[in-house]
């Protein structure tokens, strides 16, 4: 499915856009059906290439499910900004969002899968860390998510609000657009931790995504 019935002019056919928002979020909701009833996971992912991964536990009944064949459709949503508009019934947001629509297959080798997974939250913390344990690889289920034509879609709101005249509104009244960005505070060091320095990869984190950023969209 990569058509929009309804608002069709925010349909983004470029798959590099796709890939821009689906690298620009941690997070997402899997959804699927079982046993005739709709069943919706918030799960972290991370992109590789032309699939995402997926993890969690293996005694996950959602990760069980879509294991095993059925089909499933990632939704991943990111807001950019507050549209203020000269009336309440034509202000709104402006945002991006996308569905990966497919089936997934178990990943072999979970290990790099999930160096993947670390250095997409925080870049180089793989390193500063001790190894997987064999117990806890085999507790966690690795699923890849192929991102195939026809199967993906993506929206993208984005712009000014509508005109006074457009709206039949006051032209006195401000309107406008608010950013929305995100942006990661300072470390807060646990209670056995607080002697320790903050490590390399947290502050590189810091430097791309902490509160010194510039005013934007995400």
Request: overall charge negative.
């Amino acid at each position: 499915m990569t058509a929009l019935n309804r608002f069709p002019e925010l349909g983004v056919p470029d798959r590099a856009a796709l890939d821009a928002l689906l690298d620009s979020q941690w997070a997402g909701v899997l959804c699927c059906a079982v046993d005739g009833e709709p069943l919706a996971v918030p799960m972290l992912y991370a992109r590789d290439g032309d699939r995402v991964l997926l993890h969690g536990s293996t005694g996950a009944g959602a990760l069980r499910h879509v294991a095993a064949g059925a089909s499933a459709v990632l939704t991943v949503f990111t807001l950019d900004a507050l549209v203020v508009a000269p009336t309440t019934f034509e202000s709104s947001v402006n945002y991006r969002s996308a569905t990966v629509r497919g089936r997934l297959s178990p990943v072999e080798d979970r290990d790099a899968a999930l160096d993947l997974f670390s250095d997409v939250v925080i870049p180089g913390r793989i390193h500063e860390v001790r190894r997987p344990s064999r117990k806890e690889l085999a507790a966690t289920e690795v699923l890849s998510l192929p991102i195939a034509e026809g199967h993906w879609l993506l929206k993208v709101a984005s712009g000014w609000p509508a005109t006074p005249e457009e709206a039949g509104a006051d032209p006195g009244v401000w309107s406008g657009v608010v950013p929305v960005r995100r942006v990661l505070d300072q470390p807060v060091p646990a209670p056995w931790a607080s002697n320790l320095p903050v490590p390399t990869s947290l502050r590189r984190l810091l430097e791309q995504h902490g509160e010194t950023d510039e005013p934007g969209v995400d």
